[in-house]
Every structure is written in C-alpha cells, then in structure tokens.
C-alpha cells in the first residue's frame, strides 16, 4: 500500500508542478530577451477607453509597465490585472512615478471592450491606461518589438506568454517579468534607475574599439622595434 502511495505521489507531483508551471508563464511562446531588451520601442499610436489618440513617446521621461491582456480573457489577464493593482501601490503613483499600460492585443477590441474591462477592474484610466492600437499595423509594430507572440483559437481565445514588460524612461525594453501573480520586489528593481553599467551600455562598443586598436598599434610598435 505504501509503495502505490509513493508512486502515486511520485507521478502526480511533477505533473502538477508541470502544470502550475505552464499556467504561470503561459502557454505561448517566450520572447527572445536577447532580440528585444534595450532596444527602442517604435512610436505607435495608441487609443485610450476614452478615446483618446496618443503617442505612446508622449509618455517617455517616466518608465512604463507594459502589460498585454485581451478583454474577454476569462483567466490569466484578470488574475494578471488583480495581482497589478494589489502591488502597484507599493511602488508609487502611476501618473507620477510610472505608467501602467494594459494594452490588448486583439485587433477586435474596441474602445467599449478596453472601457468595461477598465470599470470591471477599477482602473482610473489615467496613470493607469487601458488601451488598443490605433491600428493593425501599430498593434503589429508594438507586439513585434517586445516578440509577443499569440496564436488565435476559436471564440476569440488566444494562446500567449503570461508576463508584464518593463520600458525604460528613454523607451526601451528594459526587463520581462514572467507569471500570473508578480512580487512587489521584482517590479521596483525593473523600475530602479538604470545602472552605471546600463547607461554605458551604447558607448561599450566604441570603448572596445578603442582599446582593440590601442592594443593592435602597441603590438606594432614592438614588431617595429624588434626589426631595427
């Protein structure tokens, strides 16, 4: 009997954990952190619940938490936006310290869709925006810029990756932060300034270059010397 237990335990343990672990990262695929982090995000146009058209630049100066949901999502995007709202005012005020973007990806959400997924989750619409695209080809640009990947299923159900996406100030991928339910401590790390390190990040390359050539012209100048 012991030994049906344990095997019983043994079998089922992992596939529950296998579970778990598919729901918390989603069913989609992974973006491919190394194609996207630290590149500029393109300056799409985006429409507000209330109707509003803007530049998602004109939010540049402030780090943005990007979330990607679709409306009727009777799931994770819910559970996505509660554990938001739970941890956000740990953070500070959006509007203030940071954006907030729940932004949908269906390209059949409507501003009436974005207005009553805000109402139902009591979201302000201001420092906290819910939006769609102006178009197929800014939804397209922006999803490609983060590699969100999504698979359509019937009845307007998507296959996609659980996760909130952190752009720098000067609008970069700056950190992908996977799961359904999000600590508070990860998402004020994303949100720090940027390290010494991260800033220099653009000039590294130039910086190599010029100690790629200082060492090539040293190394000269010893054979040179060695000839005479």
Known sequence: MCSLVRLLFLGVLPLLLFFNSVYSQGTGIPPNESKTLGKLLPNVKLVDSYGNTFDIYELKGKPIILSPIYTHCNSACPIITDSLKKVIPKLGKPGEDFWVISFSFDPKDRIEDI????????????????????????????VDAI??????????????????????????VKRYIYGVVFDYRDLKKALEEESILEKARPYLFFVGLIGFASTSLYILLKIFKKVK
Not at 121 to 128: K, S, T
Not at 130 to 138: G, H, L, P, Q, Y
Not at 154 to 171: G, K, T, Y
Request: proline share 4%.
């Open 147 to 172: 590699d969100f990947r999504f698979m359509t299923l019937e009845n307007r159900d998507f296959v996609h990756p659980n996760l909130l996406v952190v752009i720098s100030p000067d609008m970069r």
């Open 115 to 142: 207005r009553k997924f805000q109402q139902d989750h009591l979201i302000d619409g201001f420092g906290w925006k819910v939006v769609i695209a102006k178009d197929k080809e800014d939804l397209f640009r922006l």
